[in-house]
């Protein structure tokens, strides 16, 4: 999988949009973009995927560039309970038949402050 | 999306005792299920593939013999730490790979294990 860079941290306050950047310069032709969610002593939980232009779903937007380079996760008008680490990661997208690997970045810790 | 559930959410255990962590798939038949750990303030780490059937695959610097996986059937694999010491201390999370994308697996709740 293509290796994935990200901010460490990120702080907001409730209401605003926030948008978190993943960078991926050696994305692979057929690489999806997907993100996951991870709660403090919980599982990732599955957020968004994309593999260009822009994909929006009931809790997230994703933003991909032409070149697929890079990546912003957009959260609109966050609340306390978006605090987490969000991860970014590229892979195989449609499914093969098989479940495959997942390499976990670092991942932004995002605060959202009241 | 899929459910999956751990047992136990946590345990805490002497040193050198064996602890078996459960991952349970309660709607899907997975043929395929992968163990993380995960340190305090760190990203997860991919320790072992687990395959139905057959020997699981483990991740370069992951000692078989201490992590034994067995995925005995489509909705159970289980994960022992035999003779745990105290650098075992972590979480523990399983998941299952999802029906319409390679990259959408589906986690457990995670194990929280403390060695003392």
């Known amino acids: 999988l293509a290796k994935t860079t990200q901010p460490i941290s990120m702080d907001s306050y409730e209401g605003q949009e926030v948008n978190i950047t993943c960078s991926h310069n050696?994305?692979?032709?057929?690489?999806?973009i997907t993100w996951y969610q991870q709660f403090p002593s919980q599982g990732p939980r599955f957020i968004i995927q994309?593999?260009?232009t822009k994909v929006t779903n009931e809790v997230a937007s994703l933003f991909i560039p032409a070149d697929r380079k890079s990546s912003t996760l957009s959260l609109p008008r966050v609340s306390l309970s978006d605090t987490a680490v969000y991860y970014c990661?590229?892979?195989?997208?449609?499914?093969?038949?098989?479940?495959?690997?997942?390499?976990f970045g670092s991942g932004t810790q995002l605060t959202v402050l009241p | 999306g899929a459910v999956v559930s751990q047992h136990p959410s946590w345990v805490i255990c002497k040193s050198g005792t064996s602890v078996k962590i459960e991952c349970r798939s309660l709607?899907?038949?997975?043929?395929?299920m992968f163990w993380y750990r995960q340190f305090p303030k760190q990203s997860l780490m991919l320790m072992a593939t687990?395959?139905?059937?057959?020997?699981?695959?483990?991740e370069q610097g992951v000692e078989k013999d201490k992590f034994l996986i067995n995925h005995a059937s489509l909705t159970l694999s289980t994960l022992t730490v035999t003779s745990a010491h105290p650098e075992d201390s972590s979480f523990y999370i399983c998941?299952?790979?999802?029906?319409?994308?390679?990259?959408?697996?589906?986690f457990g709740p995670g194990t929280r294990l403390t060695v003392l």
């Open positions: 994309g593999y260009k």
């Open positions: 709607d899907f038949q997975a043929t395929t």
């Open positions: 050696n994305i692979a032709t057929n690489d999806y």
């Open positions: 687990s395959n139905e059937g057959s020997k699981a695959t483990y």
């Open positions: 998941s299952l790979g999802g029906r319409r994308r390679d990259n959408e697996q589906f």
């Open positions: 990661l590229v892979g195989g997208g449609v499914s093969s038949g098989s479940a495959r690997q997942l390499t």
